[in-house]
């Protein structure tokens, strides 16, 4: 089967807001053997959206729209697309009794316009919205089927996964379930590379590579009757992935590098602090966006000057003098400085020119050394990019956490 993706509204038209809603459900159609062939973005245009939605009535299987749900007059997704397959709008009381129950919760009037939301496709699926007041809904028509969810993330994201993905479950043929390997330390050209034979040969599991900022995952996903089937199949394949990328694997089905430190680090009883100059925090936030980070995150000191380098985690000025702050040296001198300050039994140190100013011909642009002190030792490593200052950020931050990974746990 294929799909094909219709956003409504022309703030992302006018480039207000990026389409993350297609991202996610794109990433979702392709876990369920769902094909993507086309995406559309079109503005709150009823005429517009209507050519848009015959055009993909005539070559898609699947029709998701997101966005166009809502109370104003220029909400019109559920009565184009009703209009475009000969539906019927209806009044679902659930849907009113739920916004009216609302309103009174938060203390408001509930205005004529809200009412709106609560009326349907006649026969349809309705998809409740628990993370806000616009219900989705599904039908199928003409051999077609047809999926409205809300546009803001905060709802489309929750309600893809707890409503529209069950929903398509059944329509995939089978079960299909995937395993996401989640590796630091290795480009994705290396780990194609390392895969390829793998790859090739693989039919159903099929492995197939990704990148994100500063690292990459290979995803297996198995097709069968069962979930219990397709478990049996992914398992030798998976563990065959581990064997060839070794080390450079951080965790299998795991959110981020943050979540798997932060899970060692609380199993360990253990408690970190960090000292940061070119991440600027991002490394201390990426962290705390873990919920109980305070179990292990005691926190962290933004050194950007070599004043507060110096008179607060007490790097020493002969450091600093003769090799700079740009060193291995004045980054353990960081790491242990911020553990001694904040009594946490590991401390780390990152110092380095982010860009996109500031390098020479001996330390260029992209230059980060990183160091972590634990029970007396330092593991440090230096660091080079040339991607832009964002980049520089995001990979010395990981950098850290891994070389945690590496040698603590």
């Known amino acids: 089967m294929n799909a094909e993706l219709i956003a409504v509204g022309t703030e992302i038209l006018l480039g207000d807001i990026v389409n993350t809603d297609a991202q996610l459900i794109s990433q979702g159609l392709s876990e369920l053997g769902i094909n993507v062939f086309y995406q559309t973005v079109v503005g709150d245009n009823p005429a517009r ?11 898609a299987d699947i029709i998701i729209t997101t966005g166009g749900l809502g109370p104003t007059l220029d909400d019109l997704t ?28 938060i203390g408001r009037e509930m205005t004529k316009n809200n009412e709106k939301q609560a009326w349907l496709p006649e026969g349809c699926t309705v998809f409740t919205n628990l993370w806000g007041t616009a219900p989705g809904c599904a039908f199928e028509a003409d051999g077609k089927h047809v999926l409205m969810l809300p546009g803001p993330p905060r709802e489309c994201n929750p309600m893809w996964k707890e409503c529209a993905m069950p929903y398509l479950y059944k329509l995939a043929g ?35 590579p990704y990148a994100r900022t500063s690292e990459c995952f290979a995803r297996v996903t198995a097709k069968a009757d069962t ?16 064997k060839l990328l070794g080390d450079d694997v951080y965790g ?19 408690t970190l602090a960090v000292a940061e100059s070119c991440t600027g925090g991002l490394l201390s936030k990426r962290l705390t966006d873990i919920p109980g980070a305070s179990d292990y995150y005691l926190g962290g000191v933004c050194s950007y000057s070599n004043s507060v380098k110096e008179k607060v985690l007490g790097v020493k ?27 946490s039994d590991i401390g780390v140190g990152i110092t380095g020119i982010a860009g996109p100013g500031g390098g020479t011909e001996d330390k260029p642009t992209g230059l980060v050394y990183i160091s972590v002190w634990y029970d007396g030792k330092f593991f440090t490593r230096k660091m080079q990019s040339s991607l832009g200052r964002d980049r520089v950020r995001m990979q010395a931050a990981s950098t850290a956490l891994d070389l945690i990974r590496r040698h603590i746990f």
């Not at 959206?49 to 070559?59: I, M, P, S």
Request: with cysteine; charged share 30%.
């Open 174 to 208: 089978g079960c299909i379930v995937s395993r996401n390997i989640r590796v630091f330390g290795l480009g994705e050209s290396n780990m194609e590379n390392i895969l390829h034979d793998m790859m090739e040969k693989s039919a159903n599991p099929t492995i197939a």
């Open 78 to 105: 559920k009565e184009t697309l009703a209009t475009v397959f000969g539906k019927k709008m209806v009044l679902h009381q659930p849907s009113m009794d739920r916004l009216t129950d609302f309103f009174k919760t």
């Open 49 to 59: 959206l209507e050519r848009v939605v015959r055009e993909a009535k005539d070559r």
């Open 317 to 343: 000025k002969e450091t600093l003098d003769t090799v700079g702050a740009v060193s291995p040296e004045t980054a353990e001198q960081m790491a242990v400085g911020v553990a001694n300050a904040l009594g």
């Open 252 to 270: 299998v089905d795991v959110d981020s590098l943050e979540q798997v430190v932060g899970d060692g680090l609380r199993e360990r009883k253990l």
């Open 227 to 242: 979930p219990a089937e397709c478990e049996k199949m992914l398992d030798p394949v998976v563990d065959e992935i581990l």
